[in-house]
Each structure stands twice: as C-alpha cells, then as structure tokens.
C-alpha cells in the first residue's frame, strides 16, 4: 500500500490532474471571483460571464457525447488538440478584458466560451486516460490527485492577485497539457472501449443509456443545487468566496475518507445510493434556509459545494467503470453524463440568481428558492426509484452497476487455496448469488459431468475432458441448488483474485457453456468486450484454457 501511494503521488497523472482542477477551480468552478481585481467584478461582468461559461461548458458536454458517436476518430483528435489551447485563450481574454474597458464586456463572453469548452475538454482527456487504466490504478490516480489539487488551489491565495491571473495561463495550463502528454504515452488504445465504432452497437450504447440515465439524472439533480448557491452567491459576494474554498476543501475532504475506507475495507455502491443519502440532509437545509441568517446560508452553501464535490469524483469513476465494463466509449460515457449535469447546473444558477431580483423585495424570495429547490430534489427521488416513469425502466439490465473498491489492503492470491483471504464480505457474497438461478439446467449440468465439453469460440481450443469424474446428479436432485452452487464458486474466485462484478458473470457464463455471442447478446455488450473480459479473468487466474477454469471450479466443490 504505501509503494502504491508514493507511485500514486509521485506519477505525472496525479499532478497533471491537480493542476487541472486547479484552472477549473479558478475559472468554470470559481469564476472571476477568486483571483481578479475586485473593481473588475461588476455584477454585469460575472453575469456575462457565468452565463457564457455554462453554456459552452454543458454545451461542449453534449457536442462531444454525439461526436464520439458519430465521429470518434475526429472528436478525439479535437479534444487532444485543442483543449489546452482554449484554455490558454480563454485565460488570456480575461486578463485582456481587465486592460480594455471599451470592449470588456465582449472580452469577457469570448473567455467565457473558451474556458467552458476548454475545461469540458480537458476532463474528457482525463477521463479517456483514467478509463484506460485497470480500475484500481486508475481510480487511485484519480483520488490522489483530486487530494493534491485543494493545497494548489488555496496556495494561489498567497500568491498576490496582479500575479495569479497570469499564473494560471503561463505556468499551470502549460504544465497541464504536459502531464496529459506524458500519461497518455502509458494509454492502452487496444481496448473496445477504444477499438469498437459505437455506430456498429447501437444496442450496447441504447443499453447503456438507459441503464445509466437515473444515475445521470441524480447527479444532476445535487448539480442544480450547486447551481442555485452559485445565483445566490453572485448577488452575495461574502458567499461567493466562501462556495470557491469549500468546493476544493469538499474535493480533499471527500478524497481522504474515501482513501481510508478504500485501504482498511472493500465496498460497493452507486450514484443513486449516494443520493438517497445526501438527499434528507439538502432537502432539510433548503426547508430551513428561509428562517436562519446570513452563517446559516453560507454554511449550508459550503455543504452543498462539497457534496456536489464528492459526487463529481465518483461520477468520473462511475463513468470509466462503464467504459471497462461494457466496451462503451469513455468520451460517449462521460458527455452523457456531464451534458445533464451541466446543464442542470447551468439551469440552478440562472434560477438562484434571478430568484432575488423577480420575487417581491424582503426575505420572502428565499421561501420561493426552498420550495423550488426541495420540490425538484424530490421528484428527482421519486424517479430514480422508479416510482415515476416506470415505462423508460430499461427490460434489460435494469439498475446500473455499482462503483466497486477492492481493498488495497488485500492482495489478490494467485493460488486457489481453502485459505485465501476474501476481499468481499457476506453481505456481498449474497447479493451475488441470483445470477445462476436465470441460466438453465442443462448448462449448470454440463459443468458438473465430466464428460461434458463446453462449446469453443472461433479464439478458443476445445475443452478436453475433466480430469477427475464427478456423477451425473439424478433426476430427484435439485437442479436449482446446483446452479447456485456454481454461482457460490465463482464467488470464491472473484473474492480470492479480485475479480469484478462484470469480470465474474462472463466467467460464470463460460462456465456454463456459453459461446462470446451468447455472452455479449445476454449481457449487451460487443464481443470484442467480452473477448477482453476473458482474457483479463485468465490472467487474474494464471490459466490459459476454458478446460483450467473448469478444473478450478471442481476443485472448490470438492
């Protein structure tokens, strides 16, 4: 573990992205409050600002979902080629505003643009390379440097203010693309993620949407809130400093707890779960929002940043786990998400703002605020339980697979040994066992005869017959209870050799006897994807053949 966090801390990719969220933090998160000359925040410039910024930034979310479709090859070389330069422009067109006032209102807009597709191109770059990686390097890379970039960030505070506007274009947008440069030389583009044309799938990708739309619409949901405190904090000047550092303090906060936890236990869990959570504690903040002072507002605006913090880290791992699992492209993935996110957001901020200015003078606007506000959390609730639109469920898979952390603690054996330690708990073990109990008896049979020969795929040798015979179980057996029985000894193995979710219902598949087309047409995904899944579950298990995995089950039941 802590060979795995000196190279987590010292790695070029968690700098990178430190850095990153540092220029997002100043500029799409934090604005032009944090680091410009105060006489320049006039209410007309921030407005023009924000504005523009939310626009292209969930515009830019949008635009690249579809062209990662449509045209994957152009959208990525798009994005490589061009999101460290708007950056750079973007930064530089409001340093130019502060120098000509004739036209700062113009400047301001330009830089608000190019800020807000810049920074929605460079998270996708990030995302591509985190994506790319098994999900333990890259999910500790990731919380790693979202833990680095806060002391950055508030480092700039000591730094005067006539020198960090120029920071930010000449020394961290540069080092950023740097680190993109480097991190991306360890990518590996042979993955289906990377190698299938979404066009060709369009079931995988229809699947996928409407797997993951509630979860997409539950982070949204907590990005409206952020927006709401946003409007307010731009007509409140002492809130808005005060959302900027907590939003950074919430992203370290977030990061370390996740840390321990993710070293002393393995667990699992998804954004709708997360919501469910969060989802009293806004709710009750909102509803008492109208009758407590100016420290509980900026309080509660705190919370809110940091929870919207939290969410946005796991909404990045929910979205690379996806592309892992299911072959899907991580640009696709990750637009899907960050478009009804965005624009949510973009949504809360215009109302937070214009909420104070449309509703009669007094303190009466805040009641309006705390209904709309807890009114839309609400429905949000009610749809991602499925209690409203039932129709748009999807038949298929119907939930959205979990965000999974293996303990880093345990180290997957490589034996199959009675002894070896588990990384999941019972709990965990139990939710799991429902997925024999769908597949039929005669492939459940087909593992316990020895006689029996799975079928081969076009990439695999035929299975040679098992090495110690086992009986065929008469008719009075219960076929059910061997069934579960398999499912119980695949379990084993992902707890003993880290497997994931998805990892363990292809072995169990194979086991079972189902050729790649069977397994990608059950699971809906390509069979290139499944073809990887095999290959990373031979190597986690340190065999070659179909035939060895048999083996390996047989000898657990035995």
């Given at each position: ?10 790695h ?9 969220l ?16 105060l006489?320049f925040?006039t ?8 504005l ?6 969930g515009?830019a979310?949008l ?9 994957p ?5 798009m994005l ?13 067109c409001?340093i ?5 006032a004739?036209a700062a209102i113009?400047?301001v807009g330009?830089?608000g643009?190019l800020?807000?597709?810049?920074c ?22 990731l919380i790693?440097?979202t833990a680095?970039a806060?002391?950055?960030y508030?480092?700039?505070y000591?730094?005067p203010?006539?020198?960090t506007?120029?920071?930010?274009p ?5 080092l ?5 440069a ?12 990377f190698?299938?044309?979404p066009?060709?799938h369009?079931r ?10 509630r979860?997409?619409?539950?982070v949204?949901?907590?990005?409206l ?6 409007g ?6 002492e809130?808005s ?6 939003s ?5 906060i977030?990061?370390a ?7 002393r ?5 998804g954004l ?9 504690l ?40 996806v592309?892992?699992d ?15 996110v965005?624009i949510?957001?973009?949504v809360?901020f ?19 605020v ?22 748009m ?19 997957p054996?490589?034996?199959?040994g009675?002894?070896?330690?588990s ?13 024999g ?6 492939s ?11 079928r ?5 040798k ?5 090495k ?17 029985r ?6 084993v ?13 292809v072995?169990?598949l194979?086991?079972r006897?189902?050729s ?8 809906v995904i ?12 031979y190597?986690?298990l340190?065999?070659?053949?179909r035939?060895?995995l048999?083996?390996?089950l ?5």
């Amino acid at each position: 573990m802590a060979t795995e966090s000196a190279s987590a801390i010292g790695h070029a990719s968690s700098w990178g992205y430190a850095c990153f969220l540092t220029v997002n933090a100043t500029s799409v998160w934090g604005g032009i409050f944090p680091f410009l000359p105060l006489e320049f925040q006039t209410v007309e410039v921030t407005l023009t600002f924000f504005l523009t910024q939310a626009v292209a930034f969930g515009g830019a979310f949008l635009a690249s979902m579809l062209g990662s479709y449509f045209f994957p090859y152009g959208a990525r070389r798009m994005l490589v080629s061009l999101s460290a330069v708007l950056l750079f422009l973007g930064s530089a067109c409001l340093i130019t505003a502060m120098y000509v006032a004739s036209a700062a209102i113009a400047f301001v807009g330009a830089g608000g643009v190019l800020l807000g597709i810049g920074c929605a191109g460079m998270f996708m770059l990030w995302q591509r390379y985190f994506a790319s990686l098994d999900a333990r390097t890259g999910n500790f890379r990731l919380i790693v440097g979202t833990a680095i970039a806060p002391f950055i960030y508030l480092a700039l505070y000591l730094v005067p203010i006539a020198l960090t506007a120029f920071l930010v274009p000449l020394i961290f947008v540069p080092l950023c693309g740097l680190c993109v440069a480097l991190s991306v030389r360890e990518m590996n583009f042979e993955q289906p993620m990377f190698e299938d044309v979404p066009r060709q799938h369009p079931r995988v990708y229809r699947q996928v949407v409407a797997d993951y739309w509630r979860s997409a619409l539950c982070v949204g949901s907590l990005a409206l809130v952020a927006g709401v405190i946003r409007g307010i904090a731009l007509l409140h000047e002492e809130i808005s400093s005060l959302v900027n550092s907590a939003s950074m303090l919430g992203s370290f906060i977030a990061a370390a707890v996740l840390l321990v936890l993710w070293h002393r236990m393995s667990f699992r869990f998804g954004l709708i779960s997360v919501f469910r959570v969060v989802y009293p504690l806004l709710t009750l903040g909102f509803l008492l929002m109208p009758f407590c002072g100016l420290v509980y507002l900026n309080a509660f605006a705190a919370v809110a940043y940091m929870v919207f913090s939290l969410v946005q880290m796991l909404m990045m791992m929910q979205c690379a786990q996806v592309s892992r699992d299911r072959g899907i492209n991580p640009v696709f993935i990750y637009g899907f998400f960050g478009a009804i996110v965005y624009i949510l957001q973009s949504v809360g901020f215009l109302f937070g703002w214009a909420s104070e200015l449309t509703v009669p003078a007094g303190s009466q606007w805040l009641y309006f605020v705390a209904l709309i506000s807890s009114c839309g959390l609400g429905i949000t609730l009610l749809v991602s339980t499925g209690t409203l639109f039932r129709p748009m469920v999807s038949k298929g898979t119907v939930t959205a697979d979990p965000i999974e952390f293996y303990s880093l603690a345990a180290v997957p054996a490589v034996s199959v040994g009675r002894g070896s330690g588990s990384v999941f708990g019972e709990d965990t073990r139990k939710a799991n066992c429902g997925l024999g109990a769908e597949l039929g008896r005669a492939s459940a049979e087909s593992l316990e005869d020895g006689d029996s020969r799975v079928r081969s795929t076009a990439d695999d040798k035929p299975a040679t017959p098992a090495k110690r015979r086992r009986r065929r179980p008469s008719a009075s057996e219960d076929a059910g209870a061997i069934r579960d029985r398999l499912s119980k000894q695949c379990l084993v193995l992902q707890e003993r050799h880290g497997l994931s979710m998805r990892e363990t219902e292809v072995m169990e598949l194979i086991a079972r006897g189902n050729s790649m087309a069977a397994i990608a047409e059950r699971l809906v995904i390509s069979e290139n994807t499944v073809r990887t899944h095999a290959k990373h579950i031979y190597t986690k298990l340190d065999i070659h053949r179909r035939q060895e995995l048999l083996d390996m089950l047989r000898e657990l039941g035995d």
